[in-house]
């Protein structure tokens, strides 16, 4: 009877016995897809470029806390990259830099013509959906701003921009669930 080890759970124990190797592995597979994330909320290589430095060192620290039980590596590795990128955007000094430029410079991230989200239907969804929607979820989702923020920037009351949200998400989520019907 022979049994074969996952690569994943392989490299997730080869990790855990502080294999450097298994530590280039995963940076050189997934640095490229998690700087993505960390780009997106932050908009800014350099600060980018220092979160995912920051992140591999968490991962690194920190493996012996990932239990499969609960997801798989990637996710764990994406939930740690989106929060750093969140603290990254709310510290201090990304704060004081962007302070010279308004919500409104950020390039609208829904109207890109990169193609890849009409894989899947989701550009005519969010076309659906109106500017307001797609401008709520981008700064929330995309940009990582909490819903104090996005009120105090789009001058809008708190407890609406967390109904406007919530009921934009459920548009989208009753539009996609008519594509998969």
């Given at each position: ?54 992140v591999f060192i968490k991962i690194w620290q920190q493996i012996h806390q990932f239990d499969e039980k609960r997801g798989t ?74 819903h104090a923020e996005i009120s105090e920037n789009e001058k809008i009351a708190l407890g609406t921009v967390k109904t406007r ?17």
């Amino acid at each position: 009877m022979s049994t074969t080890l996952d690569f994943t759970a392989l490299l997730v124990k080869r990790l855990k016995s502080r294999d450097t190797t298994a530590l280039d592995y995963l940076y050189e597979h997934y640095s490229e897809a998690l700087f993505g994330i960390i780009f997106r909320t932050t908009n800014h290589k350099e600060i980018a470029e220092e979160t995912l430095h920051d992140v591999f060192i968490k991962i690194w620290q920190q493996i012996h806390q990932f239990d499969e039980k609960r997801g798989t590596l990637f996710t764990w590795m994406y939930r740690i990259a989106r929060n750093k990128a969140i603290d990254a955007r709310r510290s201090r000094e990304f704060i004081s830099q962007e302070k010279s430029s308004d919500i409104t410079d950020y390039v609208d991230m829904f109207e890109s013509t990169s193609g890849k989200e009409n894989y899947i239907g989701l550009k005519e969804i969010l076309t659906n959906v109106g500017k307001q929607c797609k401008r709520l979820i981008q700064l929330n989702f995309f940009m990582g701003y909490s819903h104090a923020e996005i009120s105090e920037n789009e001058k809008i009351a708190l407890g609406t921009v967390k109904t406007r949200i919530r009921n934009c998400l459920k548009d989208i989520r009753n539009n996609l669930g008519r594509d998969f019907e």
